[in-house]
């Protein structure tokens, strides 16, 4: 902000302040809590817009924000701003006594709250309004707002002050009152088909679940690190062996790594789990279910994000991972992706670094990672993932490289992970101790030597059912659905560096 900016601000909020100094003396009770609404805006427009008010003067209590000032002399127009929409007031010297008029406009500013109590009328050009008949000063606001007419443009600000955000962006309001309904409606969906919702610890002992970096913290009592959880994952599936047969939870993950417009180290994923159902049908279960979430909220079958539209009546595509190589790199055949020497010339080619030494699998992934994810913009299903990269899949029974896994791509983004759980515990205990060794070799800043789950393990051994298990990505699903480019836009709070 420049100097001047600055100037302007500190020299409003001192002369609001000798406002709000005036009305201390005037009255005890500066910030009063005895107004009550009878109806929000939304619903007066609903209910009233279309009819002929004249006919019934019937009176309302109102309240919201200042966001609009125009004084006319003898009568002035005030528009308010609720949690549902907006309203002009009509306010006269006339109606109200020319002392609580006068007193008005002496110590009203935009940003303060009132409550106002009226009838509705349309002026004459057909502007729904409420003639005000009193009017209460709730709530004093020593700072004023950003510009009414250009909004909360600077992201920092936006980010940081969500607040401010709030206020003055409609489509912030638009995309959290969306984000609400998605969820809400991502639970009826689950209630409809006989899941049970759940909630299983945020601090392991653990950080299981996922390939991916934990938060540590310190706990007092018990004398130990603990860890910010990665995935819920092996919780959850210790109930099913419980005896849970559909299950999901909705929560926080946390993964201490980068942040991008597409990821933020704090974010909410749903997890829900099936017994006796494979990848196959997760595949069926998460295409329905990603349509009619729209449906339902949208009214339609058409999904706009960015510069694409999708017919969500059509099909979603799929493609083993190996195949979209292909389908984007055309020059390249499956003989190539399947010889190691020629995989590794490919790579290089791609300009994707990879370890020579590293297996068929691994190298694949690398070039998907890189080279392919940004590329997949249709809908689209990529499946047969390799088993290094797959700890806690279910192998494919014709090829013990691969699992019977899927990821669901759209745009860019991966929005869903799904597979037929590995359900084998001496293979389990296999997949851990080599997942663990990976981790020692990757990263030297934390020691990984206690990660062995061996509790998972032994609950194995009592056996779990033939089970199938999905992760959702919510914020992206919602930043999908909203047509919303960053995933800081989805996240009323995303972690921000600290500003010194």
């Not at 489509?171 to 299983?200: G, P």
């Not at 010339?345 to 300009?351: D, G, P, V, Y």
Request: proline share 3%; hydrophobic share 35%; glycine share 4%.
């Amino acid at each position: 902000m420049s100097e001047s900016k600055k100037k302007i601000n500190n020299n409003e909020i001192i002369f609001r302040h000798k406002k709000l100094i005036e009305l201390r003396k005037e009255t005890n009770i500066v910030f009063p809590n005895n107004f009550k609404i009878n109806i929000s805006l939304d619903k007066i427009y609903k209910k009233y817009n279309h009819k002929n008010i004249f006919l019934e003067k019937k009176s309302f209590n109102i309240a919201g924000r200042i966001v609009n000032l125009r004084i006319m002399g003898k009568a002035s127009f005030i528009n308010i701003q609720d949690y549902t929409g907006n309203i002009q007031i009509y306010i006269s010297q006339k109606e109200v006594s020319q002392k609580i008029y006068k007193n008005f406009l002496k110590k009203y500013d935009i940003g303060d709250i009132i409550g106002v109590t009226g009838y509705l009328f349309k002026t004459k050009i057909n502007v729904l309004s409420i003639f005000c008949q009193k009017i209460y000063l709730l709530t004093k606001a020593i700072r004023s707002l950003p510009d009414k007419y250009h909004g909360l443009q600077d992201k920092e600000i936006k980010y940081r002050k969500r607040y401010l955000d709030l206020i003055v962006n409609k489509k912030t309001r638009y995309i959290f009152k969306k984000r609400s309904k998605i969820i809400l409606n991502i639970r009826n969906f689950m209630n409809e088909r006989d899941f049970i919702e759940v909630e299983t610890p945020m601090m392991h002992n653990i950080p299981g679940g996922a390939l991916a970096r934990p938060f540590v913290t310190y706990h007092n009592t018990y004398n130990k690190n603990i860890y910010l959880r990665i995935a819920p994952e092996l919780y959850l599936k210790r109930l099913i062996i419980g005896g849970f047969n559909k299950i999901f939870e909705i929560n926080r993950n946390f993964r201490n790594e980068g942040i991008s417009t597409k990821h933020n180290p704090e974010f909410t994923m749903m997890e829900l789990y099936i017994t006796y159902c494979d990848y196959k049908d997760l595949m069926i279960f998460f295409e329905k279910f990603f349509k009619k979430i729209y449906k339902k909220i949208f009214k339609k079958y058409l999904l706009k994000y960015n510069n694409y539209v999708f017919d969500l009546n059509k099909k979603f595509h799929k493609l083993t991972m190996k195949e979209s190589i292909i389908y984007f790199y055309p020059n390249f055949s499956l003989d190539n992706l399947e010889d190691n020497k020629k995989l590794v010339k490919i790579a290089n080619l791609l300009k994707v670094n990879i370890n020579p030494s590293w297996s068929q699998g691994k190298i694949i992934f690398e070039i998907f990672e890189k080279k392919i994810v940004s590329k997949i913009i249709e809908p689209t299903f990529i499946t047969e993932y390799p088993t290094e990269i797959s700890p806690l899949s279910r192998n494919n029974n014709l090829n013990p490289l691969l699992t019977d896994r899927f990821e669901f791509f759209i745009c860019g983004m991966e929005i869903a992970n799904g597979f037929s759980e590995l359900n084998d515990p001496e293979e389990q205990k296999k997949r851990f101790k080599e997942q663990q060794n990976i981790k020692n070799m990757s990263d030297n800043k934390i020691i990984y030597k206690n990660f062995y789950d061996q509790d998972y393990i032994e609950a194995l051994e009592y056996g779990l059912p033939p089970t199938a298990g999905l992760g959702i990505g919510i914020d992206r699903l919602v930043m999908l659905f909203t047509d919303t480019q960053s995933i800081r836009d989805v996240i009323l709070f995303p972690m921000l560096r600290t500003i010194e």
